[in-house]
């Protein structure tokens, strides 16, 4: 008797165990399933994604496309002047053009022209080089717009701007991306350097530019923070240096918050410029501080 009991409760067991792994088996199972994508699941997402970045404005968020415009610098002033401006798409684009806006210059007004367009269906990668004759003394402001419309139904027209900004001077040209503010912070920064280099070695004193600036950047290499630790200095110790960077930050942040760039009726074209980068990357805590006369 004792047996039958035994084998009984030996078989109830087995069950339990069965019924138990089956159904812990079961909602494993399922869980897998609920929580791992189908294509179809992954498509949709896909698609749902790009709409709702298409469906926001463009100027709250960086538009699928890469836009840029640089100057070929030149050592010949009374050259011509050479502009790179490339435009690459990461989605397929339906159609698209590729405008600079060039300024009024000496004797010639302003005017808008047409590098590239074109009806791809497919990602748009150009590099366009611009040449025009040598630019008299002045400031002059390009601007790139590259418009185009994905390459899907009932797609909206997309733009974005770039700009160059070029100072000719008698002996040089300079440029920069973010404004004629941000030109003279670079000048001014230069100075410092030299000024910096010649007090770490005054031999070079008489040595040419291009020396002096790899010597600047070799410091840089084996110290990539010794400039601006030497900057901060001078600030403290020369009060018309402290003066002339409270100056440029000032005057090149207010230039980087009211760039926002307009085409011809008035509407807002692609994202704001760059942030302007102060002429020290770190805030001098208030112990460095020159102090107010």
Not at 93 to 121: C, D, F, I, N, Q
Not at 134 to 144: D, K, S, V
């Amino acid at each position: 008797m004792t047996k039958h009991v035994s084998f009984f409760i030996f078989l109830v067991a087995i069950v339990g165990i069965s019924v138990i792994v089956l159904v812990y088996g079961s909602g494993l199972r399922d869980s897998m399933t609920s929580r791992k994508p189908t294509n179809e699941q992954v498509q949709m997402n896909q698609e749902t994604s790009v709409e709702g970045r298409f469906n926001q404005s463009y100027g709250k968020i960086k538009l699928p496309a890469e836009l840029s415009i640089e100057f070929v610098e030149t050592e010949d002033v009374l050259g011509p002047v050479t502009i790179i401006v490339s435009a690459q798409s990461k989605i397929p684009v339906g159609s698209g053009t590729v405008k600079l806006k060039v300024p009024h210059t000496g004797a010639e007004a302003g005017r808008t022209e047409e590098l590239w367009s074109g009806s791809p269906s497919d990602f748009v990668d150009e590099t366009i080089e611009y040449v025009r004759d040598a630019l008299p003394e002045g400031r002059y402001h390009f601007i790139t717009i590259f418009e185009f419309t994905a390459d899907t139904e009932n797609s909206e027209k997309l733009a974005m701007s770039s700009s160059l900004y070029l100072d000719v001077r008698p002996t040089k040209i300079l440029s920069s991306n973010i404004s004629f503010a941000e030109i003279n912070r670079i000048e001014f920064r230069k100075e410092l350097e030299k000024r910096i280099l010649m007090s770490m070695k005054p031999e070079l004193e008489n040595s040419g530019l291009k020396l002096m600036a790899l010597e600047i950047a070799n410091l840089k290499a084996l110290d990539p923070g010794i400039m601006d630790r030497k900057i901060a200095e001078l600030a403290v110790e020369d009060p018309e240096v402290a003066r002339m960077m409270m100056e440029l930050n000032r005057v090149g942040e207010e230039a980087g918050s009211e760039q926002v760039e307009l085409d011809a009726e008035g509407e807002r074209i692609g994202i704001p410029a760059p942030p302007y980068r102060a002429l020290v990357e770190r805030e001098l805590p208030a112990s460095e501080r020159p102090k107010e006369e």
